[in-house]
């Protein structure tokens, strides 16, 4: 017996006390698919030539060694994943086609340009997310593409889009799990504008000719998502919450909630149960700002519990699909996947070996001093045992073992790029 199952024998006793099941907890956490962020690895760059990051998207530092083609990038992700524990999907963005060194334009991607990806994907027995890419491109330089008021820009984009839900419905049919499509654009103001209306209605107009036409839901399910506020946008977002919201309800879409999208006091967990009464399901973007939209890597925070909780306490999972997103540049990149996914994974756990039972009971009886007690008292509960042991039982390293793996593919692989 190991050290780690024997710390485990003693917490599952512990967590038995108040009626849960380890066991259960750890398939639970297991079950749920979290989506890794293809953009981690190579800091936005994509694989298209020629035109700088833009759209208010910045990637900080320069560590080096980022993946500089699809097969770095693709054993980057190999090494991360074989980390990680439980099941994992991956999200790509448009701009991270295999274009054999031709000039493909967004409104001319195919399928073709991401046949390595799915076969990867297949071999790895995940699904595949993905992106339009309506930013670092000369089209979206002046920071509107849906909502431009040039229709010839608008029709492009809208091409873009109609040709990334056909892909993602290819990659949803070959895979035999949907592929979820999400739509964020950059649009918007520096400053104060003067109108308002007319850019969010050009941007309704976009979308609805974008989701014309009708494509299988065991294929493709369609998410938009909001922003507050980005660089070169700070005044004014087409694409705001309450727009979105507003269009995913209307049209039965799934609403996109990042985590660093909104006011740096506002979090995305209260929103969760708020947005399932109206639609049917939801997209997260779990990150961690500071401060700003700034995309940290994801830690074991409050927050993050939060969220893992209203998805696992309310028995969510099918309704909500998890997505990461976040990109640092200063650190090893494999590390930064292996750490925000193994804490998404983690707060998982945590929330399944909460004694939910317990919490409700006391408070529908009105007896909160006993429901905050429990809570506070949870909090210290041996989760790093089960975690640990959860890890060993997956065949991935437990505790900090993992960071030793990093550093010698660090030394034997990314050192030599």
Same mark, same amino acid.
């Given at each position: 017996m190991s050290q780690y199952e024997k710390a485990y024998e003693i917490a599952k006793e512990r967590f038995a006390e108040f009626g849960v099941d380890t066991e259960a907890a750890m398939q639970q956490a297991e079950s749920i698919p979290v989506s890794l962020h293809c953009w981690q690895g190579d800091d936005v760059g994509g694989f298209e030539s020629g035109h700088a990051l833009s759209g208010g998207i910045q990637a900080t530092g320069n560590y080096p060694g980022r993946a500089r083609t699809p097969e770095e990038l693709r054993s980057d992700l190999d090494k991360a994943l074989s980390l990680l524990p439980g099941k994992h999907r991956l999200n790509l963005h448009a701009i991270y086609g295999e274009f054999g060194g031709e000039k493909v334009d967004r409104d001319e991607i195919g399928v073709e340009h991401f046949q390595n990806w799915i076969g990867w994907a297949a071999a790895n027995k995940m699904g595949l997310d993905f992106n339009p890419t309506f930013f670092s491109h000369a089209k979206a330089d002046d920071g509107f593409t849906l909502s431009h008021p040039d229709q010839g820009i608008r029709d492009f984009w809208i091409e873009h889009a109609k040709a990334c839900r056909r892909i993602g419905a290819e990659m949803g049919k070959q895979l035999g799990t949907a592929c979820v499509d999400n739509v964020w654009i950059p649009d918007g103001m520096k400053d104060v504008p003067a109108d308002r209306l007319e850019p969010r209605r050009l941007l309704a107009d976009s979308l609805d000719k974008i989701f014309a036409e009708e494509l299988p839901k065991n294929q493709l399910l369609d998410a938009v998502e909001c922003k507050l506020f980005g660089i070169g946008s700070e005044s004014y977002v087409v694409g705001s919450h309450e727009f979105y919201m507003g269009y995913a309800v209307k049209n039965n879409k799934l609403l996109c909630l990042d985590a660093g999208h909104f006011h740096p006091t506002e979090v995305i967990s209260d929103k969760i149960s708020s947005e399932l009464t109206f639609v049917d399901e939801i997209l997260l973007h779990v990150s961690r700002g500071v401060r700003w939209d700034s995309d940290h890597v994801v830690t074991m925070n409050e927050e993050l519990y939060a969220i893992a909780r209203e998805i696992v306490c309310?028995? *969510?999972? &099918? =309704?909500?699909?998890? !997505?990461?997103? *976040? *990109?640092?540049?200063?650190?090893?990149? $494999?590390?930064?996947? $292996? @750490? !925000?996914?193994?804490? #998404? =994974?983690?707060?998982?756990?945590?929330?399944?070996?909460?004694?939910?039972? &317990?919490?409700?009971? *006391?408070?529908?009886? !009105?007896?909160?001093?006993?429901?905050?007690?429990? #809570?506070?008292? @949870?909090?210290?509960?041996?989760?790093g045992a089960v975690w640990d042991y959860f890890c060993e039982k997956s065949g991935v390293p437990a505790g900090f073992k993992w960071l030793d793996d990093v550093k010698a593919y660090e030394k034997n692989v990314i050192d030599k790029r």
């Open positions: 309310n028995d *969510f999972a &099918e =309704r909500v699909h998890i !997505g990461l997103d *976040f *990109f640092d540049a200063s650190i090893n990149r $494999v590390a930064a996947w $292996v @750490i !925000g996914t193994r804490n #998404m =994974r983690k707060a998982l756990l945590a929330a399944a070996l909460e004694p939910t039972a &317990e919490l409700r009971k *006391f408070e529908l009886k !009105g007896d909160y001093t006993s429901r905050l007690a429990l #809570m506070e008292e @949870i909090k210290t509960f041996p989760l």
